[in-house]
């Protein structure tokens, strides 16, 4: 079983102050880990993934993520916010070993940057 | 860049009525998803097809049915809208192989059952 949570529904930050959204995820094997973002009405745009490798992967927009395998955990993080940064945050979690692709996800966390 | 796009952004039908969503990408892909999007649950699965004509069952798929004749088109079917099914409906696609790693979201359609 795979599965991933999100345990802040929201995050409110200032304008340039840094940004950071938690995730934590629970698989057999090893994951593949994904962020995604959805601004309103429209659909989810990927922003970075982590395979293998380097443990901090680097996304769109000057968004980061830190892979921590003994913390299972993979947040996301942006030096300075941007209000344009105001959008809905998903994590995804797939095990390697899956053979069906299928992504498991967060609840979701709101992201409000405010001028 | 990929692309998927949805027949409909917004849709508003009545209970009863039968419900088509279309998907289509351009990519060639052989994977395609269904989801459902609600407020606090995050994205749910409802089916997935990684071949025409071939279909899986995702983690809710009562209520629905899919079709895919064609690799670039995968088809959501209501065959009976209920109220609880009003939701914002999410199409994927996804390579397969070495290159499978990314699912590329549509825009979306945000069903409304009356």
């Known amino acids: 079983a795979q599965s991933v949570a999100q345990p802040e529904d929201q995050v409110n930050v200032a304008e340039g102050n840094p940004l950071t959204v938690k995730c934590t995820y629970s698989v057999s094997g090893n994951p593949y880990l994904f962020w995604y973002v959805q601004y309103p009405n429209r659909g989810l745009q990927f922003l970075l993934k982590?395979?293998?490798?380097?443990?901090l992967v680097k996304g769109s927009y000057g968004f980061e993520a830190e892979f921590n395998k003994s913390q299972t955990s993979f947040h996301l993080k942006k030096p300075s916010a941007l209000v344009s940064d105001s959008a809905l945050y998903f994590c995804?979690?797939?095990?390697?070993?899956?053979?069906?692709?299928?992504?498991?996800f967060g609840a979701g966390t709101t992201v409000t940057v405010r001028a | 860049d990929v692309k998927v796009t949805q027949s409909s952004r917004y849709l508003v039908k009545r209970t009863g009525e039968k419900v088509f969503l279309e998907c289509v990408q351009d990519?060639?892909?052989?994977?395609m998803f269904w989801y459902r999007q609600d407020p606090g649950l995050g994205l749910r699965l409802i089916y997935f097809?990684?071949?025409?004509?071939?279909?899986e069952k995702g983690d809710i798929p009562e209520g629905y049915s899919v079709s895919r004749e064609k690799k670039e088109r995968f088809s959501l079917i209501l065959e009976s809208a209920s109220t609880n099914q009003t939701s914002m409906y999410l199409c994927a696609s996804m390579a397969s192989g070495r290159a499978a790693d990314t699912q590329y979201f549509g825009p979306g359609t945000r069903l409304t059952v009356l």
């Open positions: 995804a979690v797939r095990d390697i070993r899956s053979n069906d692709y299928k992504l498991s």
């Open positions: 990519m060639d892909h052989e994977n």
């Open positions: 982590y395979i293998t490798g380097d443990n």
């Open positions: 097809s990684y071949d025409v004509k071939m279909k």
